[in-house]
């Protein structure tokens, strides 16, 4: 960095002078303590309260001890083999998916989608082939946030497309229908849809079908998804060139085959950038499951720092650093690798 650079960008006027000396004096200000905070002071090693003497610096004991418990909730410690399976068996399902060449990617991504569900669910929640049964409330942690992630993207992405296709018909009933569907749950903050998934739609079923609560949060998560979506995958749609249906057409190509050959793979690339914000969006608001008692990762850290044993503002805000370091970590690896697919899709249009 060369004194010709500092006083063209940093020093080149008086108000600029000025907004860089107060930068760094905000910076010194805000960084020393927080260095401190974070490191000097900070305590790395033990796992019990008494390794935290100072319960106003970092305590990466906590974590330490409670990790286990951050990342399965309270699934019991000897049947978390099932967990490492399931999660297991659907990365390899899905490492294929990465694969430039891989012949068969739109078996293997139905497969993924239908059989991966029904195996993990088999797996986690137990009942079957001499499994124990793990009751759902016990699920939690990172565990949970992974679960309901993968269980409403797989599920509301083939609803997007639908809807998406429905409000885009030519048929006027189809499409007043499903934009009165997208738009009427649009409208309503995702707290409302819990609410009513959780508390009202038990009043409307008979008093013997009790349906699990992480399996109607999940359902009204979908449904909220697949709108958000629908709307980004219809925004695509219109962005194609009226000229690509015309020769899906002159081809002799039906609708379904017109859409889904032609079409969509064209609409996907750009609809992609809107489809993983949405998903990192919804990787995030899996923390709303703490409102209706389902303890997601951030629920569990704040139940453990509530620990009598472990209360102090130290362990609070050191755990909520680590979920935030945690959160931070997964939506940036799936924003980078998004940005890698667009550059890809362009790359291969300009080819």
């Known amino acids: 960095m060369s004194m010709n650079w500092l006083r063209n960008n940093l020093f080149s006027s008086p108000l600029n002078t000025v907004l860089t ?26 796992s019990t309260p008494a390794d935290c003497p100072d319960k106003s610096a970092a305590c990466w004991p906590f ?9 399965y909730g309270l699934y019991p410690e000897v ?48 009942g079957v082939f001499g499994l124990e049964y793990v009751e759902t409330g ?10 309901t992630a993968l269980f409403v993207l797989s ?5 997007a497309v639908m809807l998406a296709l429905g409000r885009s018909s030519s048929i006027p009933l189809v499409r007043v229908c499903c934009a009165t569907w997208i738009e009427l ?37 979908t449904v909220l998804m697949s709108c958000y979506m629908a709307e980004a995958i219809r925004g695509a749609l219109q962005s194609i060139p009226k000229g690509q249906y015309e020769a899906a057409e002159a081809l002799g190509l039906g609708y379904w085959r017109r859409t889904f050959l032609v079409i969509l793979p064209q609409a996907f690339p750009v609809a992609l950038p809107q489809i993983t914000s949405n998903f990192i969006g919804l990787f995030k608001e899996t923390t709303v499951l703490l409102i209706i008692g ?13 620990d009598p044993t472990w209360i102090s503002p130290g362990v609070s805000a050191t755990g909520y650093l680590f ?29």
């Open 79 to 126: 049947e978390r083999w099932r967990i490492h399976l399931g999660l297991g068996l659907i990365i390899l399902a899905a490492v294929p998916l990465f694969i430039p060449r891989f012949p068969g990617k739109r078996w293997l991504l139905l497969v993924l989608v239908i059989a991966c569900p029904l195996i993990g669910t088999g797996l986690f929640l137990g």
């Open 21 to 46: 000396l107060a930068s760094v004096c905000l910076i010194i200000m805000i960084g020393v303590p927080l260095v401190n905070w974070l490191f000097i002071n900070a305590y790395w090693s033990g």
């Open 138 to 147: 016990r699920w939690g942690g990172f565990f949970l946030t992974v679960i």
């Open 185 to 221: 749950w649009r409208s309503v903050p995702a707290l409302v849809v819990l609410f009513v998934a959780i508390i009202m739609f038990p009043l409307f079923m008979p008093e013997e079908i009790e349906i699990d609560k992480l399996l109607r949060a999940l359902c009204a998560l």
């Open 63 to 71: 974590v330490r001890a409670r990790f286990d418990q951050f990342m």
């Open 294 to 306: 389902l303890f997601d990762l951030l629920g569990m850290v704040q139940n453990a720092a509530s």
């Open 155 to 159: 599920t509301s992405l083939p609803i």
């Open 323 to 351: 979920v935030a370091l945690f959160f931070w970590l997964f939506c940036f690896s799936l924003s980078r690798y998004s940005a890698r697919l667009e550059r890809k899709s362009l790359t291969y249009k300009t080819h």
